[in-house]
């Protein structure tokens, strides 16, 4: 147990809404007259920071007292501390479970590749535990993770996720209504849908069109060569890539994300391709025993450059998608009324 008079407050700390100016005056007038029954916790950083990482309301009552902040540092990497956060603030306050799921999205970003003690994050599983709620809402609550309003108005209970994740959704469809018309014909906006589903968000689409119009985080055009640059995410974590490769080069680009995701380089993702089977790339995909959906009947592409707005270009032949590093119940329930979701079993390693 240490004493503090100020420590730097890191944003985990901040996570969580500000207590109601009433509870605030409650805890400063408890602690007046009982003394701080509850210490704060730090945690020091690699780079030799201490951090208070939960007891901001505690440190202000004491600020305002004028007496010093008792604190307890807790051992362990940034993992163990983004868990603590999260477990103890789940257990402390009365949150929805839309705020708990929103908490949780906020904290789960650890990308493959990155496991026990060298691990900087959570897995949405882990923090789906520590939070107390189902993964599959901490997923939904992904799909508005890059917006921080929306974020924010979970967090402080304005919205559900449900909500949230419609206001989402129907940002981007606005978004997309909008968009100057491109000479391609693009990918149906219900696979976007469902890849989100999916993954949980897309971080990457390695084969944009000049509009980029898939919701990415960033987008590798014809001009970047894709071929021959790194997929992972720009701060080195591993991406969640939606892949619609140029279907005469489908085969370099399978191969191309195979390295990927052997590499650490992509977690998971979701390739759109035509359904041959027996190719190289199809068994190459196959033989690994990721979940494929066969898509019902001709896949009707949306209306780019060179395209009427209200024409749709259907392929002359079967589509199908295949999620690498997906599960099984993850792609039958983002595609399942698209098509039928069939999976062989691995004779290689995954």
Known sequence: MTVATALPLHPLALLLPELPEAEHEGLTASIAKHGQLTPATSWVSPDGVEWLIDGRHRARACEQLGVPLRVERLDGDQAAARAFVLGANVLRRHLTPSQRAAAASALATRGRGESGSTAASLTQTQAAAAAGVSERLVRAARTFATDEELTDAVIRGELTVTEAERRARGALRLQLSRESETQEWLTPWS???????????????????????????????????????????PDGTASRVFLNPPWDRAHQFVRRLLAEHDGGHVEQAVVLLPARLGSDYVTALTVRGYPRVELTGRLKFEPGRGATRTGRGEAHFASMLVGVGVALEAMHEAFGDQGVVVQAWATTPA
Do not use: F, K, M, Y
């Not at 971080?203 to 790194?230: K, Q, V």
């Open 191 to 233: 696979i976007v849908e469902g890849v989100v589903r999916a993954l949980g968000c897309i971080d990457g689409d390695p084969c944009a069109e000049p509009g980029r119009r898939i919701p990415a985080s960033w987008h590798l055009t014809e001009d970047d060569d894709a071929l021959r640059r790194s997929w992972e995410n």
